[in-house]
């Protein structure tokens, strides 16, 4: 008699016992050195982390995932030395070589994420200082049923800012129009001086996000991205800030409140002005969270949405 | 001359100057206190994190959100006092009250998530202990063109469970078999050692999620979904574990290796069987992901499915 | 010629290979579900996050640590069935059992964290709502040469307020008073309007952090210490705020201003005042962190003193 | 009558209201990007956080802590574009300027940390691929009685690897045995058999740390550490493993048990072995952490001591 030592390739082709499909199979919280060339700087270094997937038919038992992890490493490797030049392309690359390699799948999905510093100059020192965002990005290749590959592909950013709260601001300006208008002072002069000098409020760290997703034949600027989301709270962050600098960020800041609904529709609004050259199905996605003072909660607004719908509703104005 | 003192009640009335519609607005990291009544069992106490939203039109200035702050609030301290069943039946209480307040609101979402301990009881000694699970809920209210309310929810969990990598095991298993024989041993000998006596793999954490998203008059059995989890996996692990639970649970999981991908499908297959009672348009999200202890990432398998498209597949068997 | 099973039991009294003392060898991120009995009130329920040790000296191998593990969870599960009155009773008690158990070992140490509801009542309004805060204790029980065991413990909280910056808001008062000399206001008007209407400045979430260590039969009320850390900041936070609650709160804490230095030691001279009854040598740790608005940093104070070292430097006053 | 403006330059020289001292004033989170000089390497580039700190006399009001930030973080321009060697000098540096900026402080005190790529190649295939671990890295300046400046410094590490557990191993060890004499294999063939194929145990990711404190003219080489911490657990971890390269990492840490004493102590051996070039007071801290795939809490094993003190309890062998 003989031991029934069962082939594992082999295996690997047949039937699972359940034959049911997956939607996803691969690894998550892969790190990596990713070095992004870029076309008249210096290449960018980033620690980026990827999570990467294929789909898995019904009909595959599938235990040859762990060919799989081997396979999308080697690609991940070889793509990392290619002359990308952004990384969502670095992604779409990686995507597109997954699908060469596993003729079963029909997608191959690829997620990037990590931090990226970008120089900042204060507003009246003129002090460069670097600031760390987080930026990301994702390629879905989808193969067709002719056999080609289509890839679709997304970029984000998440970058701090300042909000301060305009509700509790205009309470704070009522009471001081009150108590000027007590001590005499005339209605002229209380609203010159207001105009000014901004009254108090609370404040504090905002998160800005926003995605754009279009087919791989666009471009979009990641830099571009970083500076809408940065804009649209009530005042851009310094990690260097003189003591001059700082009283021109907080007068700043507090003649700019801001809700969470606001830096919303300010990045909406910018985002259709800067993204022109982007077709209107291109799907945005846009949140805001501020980390309230007040609260240990957080206030949170956002916006899905296709760069069209986002147009046809400021064309209504 | 007066100073124009801009009333705050009436601009939010106003248009606002971007007129973007918001598809959230509201707060997250809300942490409360809940007591949970349960049918025949003790209240469950939990603390609670929940994110609140409704949506918001282009025609608002939205700067009554603080006033909307305040409604989520006040509702959710007083729904934490109904004598609501499940977790899920909470958030669809929350997000009824949220569009009663909210005229303009079509929509109202609330998610909670909470540690929940559930009662193990180990596999040889019998020792009760104690584990904790990630329980998560949610409830999303709809105004429909007729002024009703239709709610669906979500329920799901996440759980922790050991898994034994099978490839690795088959190749600890050929070496053994080699070896055996290079010393003689019978086959007939080898294959009922190898079947009383499971060989070595690598094995690690794994985390088993699933949420199942129904219309609101169905019910899904949390407890249940925890169990589906726990017993997909290769063992299910414990807190205390005396010498010889221990080796039978490192046994038992290595008689019964699994890759993500058979996680998800166990897991499909067990849904399928016992949660026969909710419709088949039901939306099931399945995922494993492994601590691959050979590894710094993680292996990833997710199917999202009706619990329909579930059930065709597992018929074609 | 008979295998040389190696007996697991004996080996462990044997000396390791590599004769090295261990400070402490035990299990860390245990979740339990706890139930604090309480004076004269209903008993506390927290999921608590237990870090249990014991040292092992370097005749041992240790390998029993198998069975240190079992030793440590069964306490702990008969030690939260314990009356004990207070969180720090529970680990001392734990501390003490772990020491019975292990003849070899000189000190026991168990840590626990847990989240905790606090009530808060808000300034104007008055409405009660739910705030969670941190709470921390920790017991080391230490077999003396004669045999007895002394156990010491320290308990803490981090609790999250408000801080307003007062280096900002002097900027910013500054150029208030400039502005409304350009207009002709005199210097009493002001004077009594600056004294009632605080100027802007950054304000922000700030994390304070108390724990206090003292001998076992000292006792240190956890509510004391929370409350201690809420009040030494600009202001406290609520969950819930009605808009002149609001109001209230943001100009309390802009005329409270204080810096990360400040929060220190209004906790340390709270702390004097507060705890009368606790010996000099109780060794007091302060910490600020406050999240900066203007910064994505955060800025940081901390004391690290014997209480008899705080009472003298404020003597010296 | 002239309005008291309150020159807040001349109040920071002041006596605070509450005369205490402050251990640590200063900022925590900083991220910069670092370029760090190699002597015959190419630079390496990370992303790193830098926590920064000086102490506060009791009778400085510290509102110049905004004035300190402003050094902080200016020193930490300067000091990237040193031509520093290593992580640690670069803290050096840091610690030493800001003793010179501020006059007052008598401890300056700088805490780093980053993610660092080292290069691995697979042990059968010979495959390269990137590893990911965390390096950190701490300098304290202190100001002696004459003036002169004293600097320590610490460098350390933590790299995750796998760990095989002896206990599970040894009983179905026993196991085995029993099986292969009930089915009538001599004890001869038995023990040949067992020497060659490991038996199965529950194995998992294991985290080693190792922190090493030296006086600032010593030299630690962090890459040594990496190296020490990842061959002192069951075996090493790869990002891409072939098939025969994951059989052979599981044989091999099969045939490796550890548990967290093991681990600590061998790391401690190695220390002893290669930092002979360092004083007998440079103080070790060594530390490993299993996260367990039986249990949802993790093991844990810690000693701390001067290198003096692990040579002497080694040479007692």
Same mark, same amino acid.
């Given at each position: 008699?003989?031991?029934?030592?069962?082939?594992?390739?082999?295996?690997?082709?047949?039937?699972?016992? @359940?034959?049911?499909? =997956?939607?996803?199979?691969? +690894?998550?919280?892969?790190?990596?050195?990713?070095?992004? $060339?870029?076309?008249?700087?210096?290449?960018?270094?980033?620690? $980026?982390?990827?999570?990467?997937?294929?789909?898995?038919?019904?009909?595959?038992?599938?235990? !040859?995932?762990?060919?799989?992890?081997?396979? /999308?490493?080697?690609?991940?490797?070889?793509?990392?030395?290619?002359?990308?030049?952004?990384?969502? #392309?670095?992604?779409?690359?990686?995507?597109?070589?997954?699908?060469?390699?596993?003729?079963?799948?029909?997608?191959?999905?690829?997620?990037?994420?990590?931090?990226?510093?970008?120089?900042?100059?204060?507003?009246?020192?003129?002090?460069?200082?670097?600031?760390?965002?987080?930026?990301?990005?994702?390629? /879905?290749?989808?193969?067709?049923?002719?056999?080609? %590959?289509?890839?679709?592909?997304? +970029?984000?950013?998440?970058?701090?800012?300042?909000?301060?709260?305009?509700?509790?601001?205009? /309470?704070?300006?009522?009471?001081? @129009?009150?108590?000027?208008?007590?001590?005499? +002072?005339?209605?002229?002069?209380?609203? #010159?001086?207001?105009?000014?000098?901004?009254?108090?409020?609370?404040?504090?760290?905002?998160?800005?996000?926003?995605?754009?997703? %279009?087919?791989?034949?666009?471009?979009?600027?990641?830099?571009?991205?970083?500076?809408?989301?940065?804009?649209?709270?009530?005042?851009?962050?310094?990690?260097?800030?003189?003591?001059?600098?700082?009283?021109? =960020? +907080?007068?700043?800041?507090?003649?700019?409140?801001?809700?969470?609904?606001?830096? %919303?529709?300010?990045?909406?609004?910018?985002?259709?002005?800067?993204?022109?050259? @982007?077709?209107?199905?291109?799907? /945005?996605?846009?949140?805001?969270? !501020?980390? #309230?003072?007040?609260?240990?909660?957080?206030?949170?607004?956002?916006? @899905?949405?296709?760069?069209?719908? =986002?147009?046809? #509703?400021?064309?209504?104005?």
């Amino acid at each position: 008699m003989d031991i029934p030592v069962v082939k594992l390739a082999d295996v690997q082709a047949n039937k699972p016992d @359940i034959p049911i499909t =997956l939607s996803r199979v691969g +690894v998550t919280n892969v790190k990596k050195l990713v070095e992004v $060339s870029r076309a008249d700087k210096r290449p960018i270094i980033l620690i $980026s982390n990827f999570d990467i997937f294929v789909d898995l038919p019904s009909d595959r038992k599938g235990a !040859n995932l762990s060919r799989n992890f081997e396979a /999308i490493d080697e690609v991940l490797e070889e793509s990392i030395n290619l002359p990308v030049c952004e990384i969502e #392309e670095l992604c779409g690359e990686v995507a597109k070589r997954l699908l060469d390699r596993h003729e079963y799948a029909t997608k191959a999905e690829v997620r990037m994420k990590s931090e990226y510093i970008v120089k900042r100059i204060t507003p009246v020192n003129k002090v460069k200082c670097q600031q760390v965002v987080d930026i990301f990005a994702e390629a /879905i290749a989808n193969r067709q049923e002719n056999g080609k %590959v289509f890839v679709n592909k997304m +970029v984000g950013a998440e970058v701090l800012g300042l909000t301060a709260c305009p509700c509790a601001q205009e /309470i704070m300006r009522d009471k001081a @129009i009150a108590e000027l208008k007590r001590l005499n +002072v005339d209605s002229k002069t209380i609203y #010159e001086f207001l105009n000014t000098v901004p009254m108090a409020t609370h404040n504090q760290r905002g998160r800005g996000i926003v995605t754009i997703q %279009v087919s791989h034949h666009h471009k979009v600027s990641i830099d571009k991205i970083v500076h809408i989301i940065e804009t649209s709270m009530s005042s851009s962050i310094y990690e260097l800030l003189k003591r001059n600098d700082e009283a021109m =960020l +907080v007068e700043n800041a507090h003649k700019n409140p801001k809700f969470v609904e606001d830096c %919303v529709r300010t990045m909406a609004k910018k985002i259709v002005n800067d993204f022109s050259d @982007i077709p209107d199905e291109s799907i /945005i996605t846009i949140k805001q969270i !501020n980390e #309230e003072s007040i609260h240990s909660h957080n206030a949170f607004a956002e916006r @899905i949405a296709t760069l069209g719908e =986002l147009k046809t #509703e400021l064309s209504m104005n």
